[in-house]
């Protein structure tokens, strides 16, 4: 398994794997309607484009030249990095793909210099007890409005570099 610097021809595969998890993780969270509208909100073309080709980094996970999944994470003060987005398909879970991508955006984060991880994460997901487990914690909650009458519930979580190695 490796990690490799997304580009934009990538943006297809991140789109198919976004549609392939999305609705398993959140249809006992989400509307269908709010879904759609979250998908398109944040995975369409441009968005992605932005993204990769702006502050944001992000890698795409894959093994023998499939894509396994992706993340993605953003250096958002010298102290500070945000995780925005770790998924992988379906079928790779409890595989361990989730631990090798956070000590993977752990390391990115030390190259950094940075101290703290931290990532907004829904919370009625069951990723806030992997994250819990991966040794962040909760540090606040956010309803953050995302438009349309949308809202993204969310624990904020923050992982110590320094605190915890």
């Known amino acids: 398994m490796q990690f490799r610097k997304a580009t934009i021809l990538d943006i297809p595969s991140i789109q198919a794997i976004a549609e392939e998890t999305w609705r398993p993780t959140y249809n006992h969270i989400l509307t269908e309607e709010q879904t759609l509208y979250m998908l398109d909100l944040m995975y369409n073309s441009a968005t992605l484009q932005a993204q990769i080709e702006g502050k944001v980094s992000f890698?795409?996970?894959e093994e023998a030249g499939l894509a396994l999944g992706y993340v993605a994470?953003?250096?958002i003060s010298p102290e500070v990095v945000k995780l925005h987005k770790i998924y992988f398909r379906p079928n790779q879970k409890n595989k361990g793909m989730g631990r090798l991508a956070i000590e993977f955006v752990k390391r990115q984060t030390q190259e950094l210099g940075a101290r703290f991880i931290k990532l907004n994460v829904n919370?009625?997901?069951?990723?806030?007890?992997?994250?819990?487990?991966?040794?962040f914690t909760k540090q606040r909650e956010m309803v953050l409005d995302i438009g349309q009458g949308y809202v993204m519930d969310d624990y904020v979580m923050q992982y110590d570099l320094v605190l915890i190695q």
């Open 123 to 135: 919370k009625f997901n069951s990723a806030v007890d992997f994250y819990i487990k991966m040794g």
């Open 59 to 61: 890698y795409i996970v």
């Open 73 to 75: 994470f953003e250096s």
